[in-house]
C-alpha cells in the first residue's frame, strides 16, 4: 500500500507566509518613500526621486498581484479543490528544488509547490528591486544593504537550504554587478548624498571592503536562517512521522480489537449453541427421575422402571454429545506437532474399519474397503481416524440395509485421498450448505436416525482444516453420497 | 370433571413426552401427544384437548410460538378459547409479556401472547400440575 502523503503543516504554513511577505512588501515599500523624502527633507539627500517612485510603484503593482494571486489560493483551498481540480498531485521539480527536504515517505502535494514556487519568485524578484533601488540611492554609499539579509531569513524559514544559498548568491551577484559595474563606469552612479564622500563608489578598496563584507553577511544569514530552520523543520517531521504511526498503530488496534469481538461474538454463539444442546437432555432427565423420586408410591414399578431406563439413555446421549465436543475442540485446537507426526493412513483407517464392521453387518450393509498402497504423510492420526471413523459411521447409519458403503485411500497430486461412498438416503442440495454447522442435522436425517449428535461433519471439518485439506461432498437424495477429502502429504 | 379433562402435550422430546404423559394420567387426566410441531394444529383440530401443553423451543427455534399462533387465527371459538400452557427456558428473556391472568378467560392479541400459563424448562412436574389445575379451573367458571 503506498504512503498516504503527509498533510504537512508546513504546507499551510507556506501558504499563509506568502501573506505575510505582502504585508513585509508593503512595509518595505513605505520604508522607502519615508527614507528618501526624510533624508530629501533633513539629511540633504541629492537623490533624484523618480526612479526611486518608479520602483515603489512597480513594487507596490507587483504586491497587489501577489496578494489576488494568494486569495485566489485560498479560495481553492477553502472550497476543497485540489490547485488541479484532479486529487492529489505530487509538487513538481522546481518547487522539490525550493522546498525543504522532507523524510523518504513523504510527498509535498502541489499546492504546497505553487506556493514555494510563489514564494520563490517573489524573494527573487525583491532581490532585484531592492538592487534597482541601491543602485538609483548611491549604489556602495547606501547603508540599505543590509535589507537582503533580511530576504535570505525569509527564504531560510519558508525554502529548502540550497535555494536560500542560491538567493545569498543572487543577492551577492546582483550586488557585485551594480557595485563593479558602477566602479567601472559601466552603470551611471546616482550619488545619495553630497555630505557622505561622493566619491566612495570610485575607490576600489572600499568597495571591494564592502563587497566583501556584503558577501559575507549574505552567506551568515543564509547559514543562519537555514540552520535553524532545518532544526525546526526536522522536529516537525518528527511530530507527524509520530503522529502518522500513532495513527496507524491505532488503526491496527482498532482491526485487531474488532477481529477479537467477532471471535468472542462466535464463541458466546457456539456456547449458546452447546448450552442449548446439552439443556434439553439434561431437562427431560431431570424432570424423569423428579417424577420417579417424587411421585407415590402408587406408581407401579414397571412405569417407574420405564422413566429411569429413558433417563439412563438420555445421560448417555449427554455423554455422547459431550465426548464429540471433546473431540471436536481437539481436532480444532491441536499443536503443530501434533499436526506433523509421520503416519501410515492405511494403519490408522484399519482399527476405525474393524470396530464399525459389526455395525455395517448387523445393517447388512456391505462395506467395500480399498487402500492402495499409499505412502506415509505428516500429520495427526488422532484427528485423521476421528474423520474416518465420522464419515464412515455417517454412511452405515444412513444407508438402508442391503445397501453398500464404499471407503477408498488412495494416493493423488494432492496428497492422501479419502473417499467414503454409500447408497444412502442423500442429502438434498438445500442442506448441504449447513451439514458442516455445529449440531445441524437435517429433518431427513433425523427422521432416518433418530439418534445423533449433529457434530460428526464439524469434527471431519475440523480435521480437514487443520490439515490444510479439502473437503467434497456429491449427494443425490435416494442415490447416495459421496465425501471426498484431500489431506496434502504435509 | 377436572379430572377426566383431555390435556394435547407437544413436544419434539419423545422421553419428556412420555414422562410428562404419565405424571398426568397418573393425576387422572386423558393425554394425548404430538412430538411434530407442524403436525399440532391438525391433533388438536382431531383431538380437541381441553388444554394444551406446548414447547416453544423446538428443533427450528420458535415453531412453537408459530403453532400458538396458528391455532389462534383459526376462525372457530373453539380455537379461539383453548386454554394453553407454554413451556419454556426464556420467559424471563423474552420482550414478548405473557398474557396476565384476568381472570375471565379471555386473551388479547399484539403484545401479549394469547397464552394462559407457562411452565419453565425443565419441567418441575409438581409445577406442571399445579398450573395446569389453576389454568382449568379458570377456564371453568368462565
Known amino acids: 500500500m503506498p504512503e498516504r502523503p503527509a498533510v504537512l503543516p508546513a504546507t499551510q504554513e507556506l501558504i499563509a507566509r506568502i501573506a505575510w511577505l505582502g504585508r513585509l512588501r508593503s512595509l518595505a515599500a513605505a520604508g522607502v518613500l519615508v527614507f528618501v523624502e526624510v533624508g530629501r527633507r533633513t539629511l540633504g539627500f541629492q537623490l533624484d526621486p523618480r526612479p526611486i517612485y518608479a520602483l515603489v510603484v512597480l513594487l507596490a503593482g507587483y504586491n497587489l498581484a501577489v496578494a489576488l494571486t494568494y486569495r485566489a489560493m485560498r479560495r481553492r483551498r477553502h472550497s476543497g479543490q485540489s490547485a488541479s481540480g484532479a486529487g492529489w498531485q505530487p509538487a513538481g521539480p522546481l518547487a522539490r528544488f525550493l522546498l525543504p527536504r522532507l523524510g523518504p515517505d513523504m510527498v509535498y502535494d502541489r499546492e504546497a509547490g505553487q506556493a514555494a514556487v510563489m514564494a520563490g519568485s517573489q524573494i527573487a524578484a525583491d532581490l532585484l528591486i531592492l538592487a534597482a533601488l541601491l543602485h538609483f540611492s548611491g549604489g556602495v554609499e547606501n547603508p540599505l544593504r543590509a535589507l537582503f539579509v533580511l530576504h535570505l531569513i525569509i527564504s531560510g524559514i519558508l525554502l529548502s537550504r540550497s535555494a536560500t544559498y542560491l538567493f545569498a548568491t543572487l543577492g551577492v551577484a546582483l550586488y557585485a554587478a551594480m557595485v563593479l559595474g558602477e566602479l567601472y563606469g559601466v552603470l551611471p552612479h546616482y550619488p545619495l548624498s553630497a555630505h557622505w564622500r561622493p566619491d566612495a563608489y570610485l575607490d576600489p578598496r572600499l568597495v571591494g571592503t564592502h563587497l566583501f563584507l556584503f558577501g559575507v553577511l549574505l552567506y551568515v544569514a543564509a547559514y543562519l536562517g537555514s540552520e535553524i530552520e532545518t532544526r525546526l523543520r526536522w522536529r516537525e517531521r518528527y511530530v507527524v512521522a509520530l503522529a ?232 443425490a437424495v435416494g442415490t447416495g453420497t459421496r465425501v471426498t477429502v484431500t489431506i496434502p502429504r504435509g | 370433571m377436572a379430572a377426566r379433562a383431555k390435556v394435547l402435550l407437544v413436544d419434539d422430546d419423545e422421553d419428556l413426552v412420555q414422562v410428562l404423559s404419565l405424571v398426568l394420567e397418573d393425576r387422572g387426566y386423558q393425554v394425548v401427544s404430538e412430538t411434530r410441531a407442524e403436525a399440532a394444529v391438525a391433533t388438536v383440530d382431531r383431538e380437541r384437548p381441553d388444554l394444551i401443553v406446548q414447547d416453544v423451543m423446538m428443533p427450528d427455534a420458535t415453531e412453537g410460538f408459530h403453532v400458538v399462533w396458528h391455532l389462534r387465527q383459526r376462525p372457530e371459538a373453539y380455537f379461539h378459547d383453548v386454554p394453553i400452557i407454554i413451556l419454556t427456558a426464556i420467559h424471563q428473556k423474552t420482550p414478548l409479556r405473557f398474557y396476565p391472568d384476568s381472570g375471565d378467560g379471555t386473551y388479547r392479541a399484539g403484545e401479549f401472547l394469547p397464552i394462559q400459563g407457562f411452565v419453565d424448562k425443565p419441567v418441575d412436574p409438581a409445577r406442571l400440575l399445579e398450573e395446569i389445575d389453576r389454568v382449568l379451573a379458570v377456564t371453568r367458571t368462565a
Open chain 1, 244 to 475: 502518522r504511526e500513532l495513527a496507524q498503530k491505532s488503526d491496527r488496534a482498532e482491526a485487531a480489537y474488532q477481529e477479537l469481538r467477532t471471535v468472542e461474538r462466535a464463541q458466546s454463539e457456539y456456547m449458546r449453541k452447546v448450552a442449548h444442546e446439552l439443556r434439553g437432555p439434561l431437562g427431560t432427565i431431570r424432570t424423569a427421575l423428579g417424577v420417579v423420586l417424587e411421585t407415590p408410591s402408587a406408581m407401579p414399578r414397571e412405569k417407574r422402571l420405564d422413566l429411569t431406563r429413558r433417563a439412563y439413555r438420555r445421560s448417555g446421549e449427554l455423554a455422547q454429545v459431550t465426548q464429540e465436543l471433546l473431540t471436536l475442540a481437539r481436532a480444532r485446537s491441536n499443536s503443530v506437532a501434533v499436526m506433523r507426526s509421520p503416519l501410515h493412513p492405511a494403519a490408522v483407517a484399519a482399527p476405525v474399519i474393524e470396530e464399525l464392521r459389526p455395525q455395517a453387518e448387523k445393517k447388512e450393509v456391505a462395506l467395500v474397503v480399498s487402500t492402495d498402497a499409499v505412502p506415509e504423510i505428516l500429520g495427526d492420526a488422532e484427528g485423521l481416524a476421528d474423520l474416518m471413523s465420522n464419515l464412515l459411521s455417517n454412511a452405515i447409519r444412513y444407508t438402508p440395509s442391503g445397501g453398500r458403503v464404499d471407503f477408498h485411500l488412495r494416493q493423488a497430486e494432492g496428497g492422501l485421498v479419502i473417499e467414503v461412498a454409500d447408497t444412502g438416503i442423500g442429502i438434498r442440495q438445500e442442506d448441504l450448505p449447513r451439514i458442516y454447522e455445529e449440531f445441524y442435522r437435517s429433518r431427513a436425517a433425523r427422521e432416518a436416525v433418530p439418534d445423533g449428535t449433529g457434530l460428526g461433519m464439524s469434527i471431519v471439518r475440523a480435521v480437514v482444516e487443520r490439515h490444510h485439506g479439502t473437503i467434497s461432498v456429491e449427494s
